[in-house]
């Protein structure tokens, strides 16, 4: 039996990521899936009607288009078309307004009055260095910026956002929402470091390439990742769950894209001590609580702008949403949590079939939450678009707790695999030179426990497999664009 030179644990973004990295190296790759079809976050399937797909994790991608990775690799030259709203995102208000991220950076500032100037001079300079900001964010301090001005631009729009004088930065509301709207994308206390770091990135991303949605569902990324994998002699196995680090004996080199409670629970009998203590004290934060709708109609908002964003943010007033981060993050759940809601079809028209379309939703909830999140999404929902339970014609909600059952990297339902803290961003999982690297020298972690963390960005999986190609094989990395494989 030929050895596998690299054997892939989990195929998630990253973990295709890592695999594409690996076998445009020359390398022999395998992947191993637990569950029946490829993907992670990435999947998606009918699920109330067997016309309308929904995505089961994620649904929109701001740094699909950004990505250091995903620049490279080209997801467009390889037939994933994308979908870009013409706002990236809303967030309304209860009396009728709404903060609109329209991707013209000008319209926006026009449409927030007295803020525009202040929200102008916040997001210009970071659209004018977007690259460098993007690759400074999401390379995990494992590459110097192409260009070391964006380090300086980025800075002091963090520290002044990341504390309470913040709430002072905007004299109107909708600009109030649109920050903090952004800033509950970390999943976490706010404000702080981590969510302003966060807010920068995503926001400036609105007004360059967007927030795109890929046309047919996420699992359009998946696939185009799995096609250059196997097109690169790869093989993936699926309904494939390992249980023992000893499975995978005959691989020189193992990637996991697993939380460090799962690799833990595979590798333990193999782990030092020291670090399976260390790696128990990697924290895991709120939960996302997932509702799926099938609707009979575009979502009745009572501010009408609001029906052409891709991604509304629920969440009311900048002190509510700070609020109720806060307290969810602290384990409280109050019954009206923030909740992202995306229409795909407002973009991807392909998406409504036969007078039904679907409707995604997430609900921030206190990890391990049990509650059923149908009601409580419903309820915020209908606060800025009366009427939306009348257009639904069946729903599916999957509780914070059920979430790990689906993923079990995702503990007590916690998408990000691992909380978003200031800590946890520079110490992820845990302190080590070479952060994706493990005590064992074949053994790589690439989940999202790891730099730069969560997202639908592939550079988890991309800077592990980068570290293992120079440790273990003395390789250097290939080219990622299509048609193109040779090291560089």
């Known amino acids: 039996m030929t050895r596998v030179d690299v054997a892939v644990i989990g195929t998630g973004p990253n973990g295709l990521a890592a695999a594409v990295t690996m076998a445009r190296a020359g390398l022999r790759v395998e992947l191993h899936e637990a569950a029946e079809t490829i993907g992670g976050g990435l999947r998606t399937q009918p699920l109330l009607d067997r016309d309308i797909a929904h995505d089961i994790c994620s649904a929109v991608h701001p740094m699909a288009l950004a990505s250091p990775f995903f620049e490279q690799f080209d997801l467009s030259r390889r037939g994933v078309a994308f979908a870009t709203p013409r706002i990236s995102y809303a967030h309304p208000l ?98 702080s470091v981590v969510s302003a770091a966060v807010a920068l990135l995503l926001g400036h991303l609105a007004h360059t390439t967007g927030w795109p949605i890929p046309r047919g569902g996420s699992t359009r990324i998946a696939a185009a990742l799995v096609a250059d994998i196997e097109a690169h002699g790869g093989t993936v196995h699926t309904a494939n769950r390992i249980d023992d680090l000893r499975e995978l004996a005959d ?93 795909p079809a407002v973009a991807d028209l392909d998406r409504a079939h036969s007078g039904k379309r679907p409707v995604w939703a997430y609900a921030h909830v206190p990890n391990g939450d049990g509650v059923d999140p149908v009601p409580m999404v419903c309820r915020q929902i209908e606060r800025y678009a009366p009427g939306f339970s009348e257009t639904i014609i069946a729903a599916r909600g999957i509780c914070g707790a059920e979430y790990e059952a689906y993923n079990p990297n995702y503990v007590g339902g916690d998408i990000g695999a691992g909380a978003v803290t200031l800590r946890q961003a520079l110490l992820r999982p845990t302190l080590r030179w070479g952060m994706h690297s493990t005590p064992l020298p074949h053994v790589y972690l690439c989940s999202a426990s790891t730099p730069p963390g969560p997202g639908v960005h592939g550079m988890c999986g991309y800077l592990a497999a980068k570290l293992a190609l120079r440790r273990r094989f003395g390789l250097s990395v290939p080219a990622l664009a299509p048609g193109l494989s040779e090291a560089r």
């Open 251 to 343: 691989a020189r080199v193992i990637l996991c894209d697993l939380s460090p409670k799962e690799f833990v629970r595979i590798a333990k009998h193999e782990l030092p001590a020291r670090y399976v203590r260390r790696l128990g004290r990697f924290r895991y934060g709120p939960a996302a609580a997932k509702v799926d709708f099938l609707v009979n109609e575009p979502i009745p908002w009572t501010n009408p702008e609001v029906a052409h964003a891709g991604t509304v943010h629920l969440g009311g007033t900048q002190a509510e949403t700070f609020r109720q981060e806060t307290h969810t993050a602290a384990g409280i759940g109050t019954g009206a949590p923030f909740v992202l809601v995306s229409d």
């Open 94 to 191: 209860d009396d009728g307004r709404a903060g609109l991220a329209y991707r013209d950076l000008e319209t926006t500032c026009t449409r927030l009055g007295g803020d525009g100037s202040r929200w102008r001079d916040l997001m210009a300079p970071l659209i004018e260095h977007s690259s460098g900001v993007a690759q400074l964010m999401l390379s995990g301090g494992q590459v110097l910026p192409r260009s070391p001005s964006a380090a300086f631009v980025l800075a002091p729009r963090i520290l002044s956002h990341c504390t309470r004088l913040a709430t002072r930065r905007y004299a109107g509301a909708e600009a109030k929402a649109l920050f903090s709207g952004l800033a509950a994308h970390a999943n976490g206390r706010l404000p």
